[in-house]
């Protein structure tokens, strides 16, 4: 049985879940000034998921870079 997807949506979920409340905070303690530390924090999870190995971690990591890209726009 491949458990690949399930644990790819799961992570995804909980991922874009955490990243809500996470943006919320940011831009009240931070401003909306704060987004190149979203812009750089995803540029580094999306190079780390470029060299690791496997696929699930890869594609974990590629969904925090994206999320954190995405979160540039919510500010």
């Known amino acids: ?7 790819l949506g799961a992570s995804a979920f909980l991922l874009i879940g955490a990243f809500h409340p996470l943006v919320i905070k940011a831009e009240y303690y931070l401003g909306t ?5 979203f812009a750089l924090a995803g540029l580094c999870f999306c ?4 060299l690791v190995p496997g696929v699930v971690p890869a594609a974990v990591l590629g969904v925090a870079g ?8 919510e500010l």
């Open 1 to 7: 049985m491949n458990w690949a997807g399930i644990v």
């Open 33 to 37: 000034g704060c987004w190149w530390m």
């Open 47 to 50: 190079i780390v998921s470029s």
């Open 66 to 73: 994206f999320s954190c890209f995405w979160s540039i726009l």
